[in-house]
Nanobody, 121 residues
Framework: QVQLVESGGGLVQPGGSLRLSCTAS????????MGWYRQAPGKQRELVAV???????NYADSVRGRFTISRDNAKNTVNLQMNSLKPEDAAVYFC???????????????WGRGTLVTVSS
């Protein structure tokens, strides 16, 4: 089995920073893309940032320049450093990973359970 576990959410004032982390564990051979999505109340889940195994990164326009995604391939971990947070960044943030399991010969996608980020004064 594979699990993605997120950490680092919480309450922060506008202009503040938070760092989210997600670690994938289980019978993993390798990870391809790892990323973060978010879903605010009443809205669809949207991509925040994704980093591929080769290092290519994509950011949502709304977070580019404020958020930084990074990964540690050896630890199957992806991080999201969020700076200059705005009230509109408040959402549940979900970790996503496309990976290869040891018992399946094709890539599969997994989601974490989410971590809540609240931006409020």
């Amino acid at each position: 089995q594979v699990q993605l576990v997120e950490s680092g959410g919480g309450l922060v004032q506008p202009g503040g920073s938070l760092r989210l982390s997600c670690t994938a564990s289980g019978n993993i051979v390798s990870t391809n893309a790892m990323g973060w999505y978010r879903q605010a109340p009443g809205k669809q889940r949207e991509l925040v940032a994704v980093i591929r195994s080769g290092g290519r990164i994509n950011y949502a326009d709304s977070v580019r320049g404020r958020f930084t995604i990074s990964r540690d391939n050896a630890k199957n971990t992806v991080n999201l450093q969020m700076n200059s947070l705005k009230p509109e960044d408040a959402a549940v943030y979900f970790c996503n990973a496309e990976l290869l399991r040891s018992d399946i010969d094709y890539l599969t996608t997994y989601w974490g359970r989410g971590t809540l980020v609240t931006v409020s004064s």
